[in-house]
């Protein structure tokens, strides 16, 4: 199983970027999807999921109110709005997707990720 993220770029701060993630290969059945970020040097940080079950979601603090998680679960396709992006957002955007049910803000809860799409904030 593999996921594909893109929709990552260069943009100023201030601007707004719509990452999207989908699988490719072997279909799979995920009960709720994340996205994570890592900047060099950091470890990956949680920053938004959505249960398929019921819709629900759940945000960092860092990004809650600029970010917003959606997506479809019969299709384990999910995207991540991001607006008044801010320098301190640039790193790599990685998107996973968890067979059971688990604590949604942990790596190791995730069975299957995306290669990652960077993303660049300028000031």
């Known amino acids: 199983v593999q996921l594909q993220a893109f929709g990552g770029g260069l943009v100023q701060a201030g601007g707004s970027l719509r990452l999207t993630c989908a699988p490719s290969?072997?279909?799979?059945?995920?009960?709720?999807m994340g996205w994570f970020r890592q900047a060099p040097g950091k470890e990956r940080e949680f920053l938004a999921a959505?249960?398929?079950?019921?819709?629900?979601?759940d945000y960092v603090d860092s990004v809650k109110g600029r970010f917003t998680i959606s997506g479809d679960g019969a299709k384990n396709t999910v995207y991540l709005q991001m607006n008044s992006l801010k320098p301190e957002d640039t790193a790599v955007y990685y998107c996973?997707?968890?067979?059971?049910?688990?604590?949604?803000?942990?790596?190791?809860?995730?069975?299957?990720w995306g290669q990652g799409t960077l993303v660049t904030v300028s000031s």
């Open positions: 959505i249960m398929w079950t019921d819709s629900s979601t």
């Open positions: 996973a997707a968890a067979g059971r049910f688990g604590r949604w803000r942990f790596v190791n809860e995730y069975d299957y």
């Open positions: 290969g072997r279909t799979f059945s995920s009960v709720y």
